[in-house]
């Protein structure tokens, strides 16, 4: 929770509740309260993976490969709610374009730390490939830092999703993580 004011205090627009682990009461709470705190902000809460928790919540979906099809979620989101789909290479990107979903992600740009089994690396050529295939926004994910920022969004990204690189600092410093998400609004900005 503390985490997530800090990033709006900050001035970000998106934020995305990625838990892997089991979902329990308490975890639907927290997401509550997270989307809550993003609705005052008006920013967009996005739920990831739990197509039955984003429709309970009225926020957005962010689903991986191996989750509900996008098809299956959207009757229970309705039209109007977000979904966005990963994809890790060209085929899944493709296969995408033909679900009902608001923006495609692709990724890992580059190695990532936030994933124990990480999918191979898509580099910025691939990225600049498939930018060509749709007019849908396209999300970089996977390895991004400031320095491969602008190099990023050049190749044909419209938003770069971001963990590792907004935690600079100690664990649970928020002024670090607040002075380090104005650091990434004012290069994507």
């Not at 967009?44 to 993976?49: A, G, H, P, S």
């Not at 979906?61 to 989101?77: F, I, T």
């Not at 910025?124 to 999300?139: A, D, E, G, H």
């Amino acid at each position: 929770m503390a985490a997530c004011s800090a990033l709006l205090n900050a001035g970000v627009r998106i934020v995305q509740y990625r838990h892997k682990a089991a979902f329990t009461e308490e975890r639907f709470q927290e997401a509550r309260r997270m989307n809550n705190l993003c609705r005052r902000a008006r920013a967009l809460f996005v739920m990831n993976d739990r197509a039955d928790f984003a429709a309970m919540l009225g926020c957005g979906l962010h689903l991986g490969q191996d989750d509900l099809p996008a098809a299956n979620a959207r009757p229970l989101l309705g039209p109007d709610q977000m979904i966005g789909l990963s994809t890790h290479n060209e085929a899944q990107f493709r296969e995408a374009l033909r679900q009902p979903a608001n923006y495609v992600a692709l990724g890992p740009i580059f190695r990532t730390k936030s994933k124990s089994n990480p999918d191979p690396e898509v580099g910025l050529q691939t990225l600049s490939s498939v930018r060509q295939l749709t007019n849908l926004p396209l999300v970089a994910i996977g390895g991004i830092g400031l320095r491969e920022a602008e190099a990023v969004l050049a190749s044909g990204a419209n938003a770069i999703a971001v963990i590792s690189d907004l935690l600079p600092g100690e664990p649970g410093d928020l002024k670090a993580l607040e002075r380090r998400a104005a650091e990434w609004l004012k290069m994507v900005q």
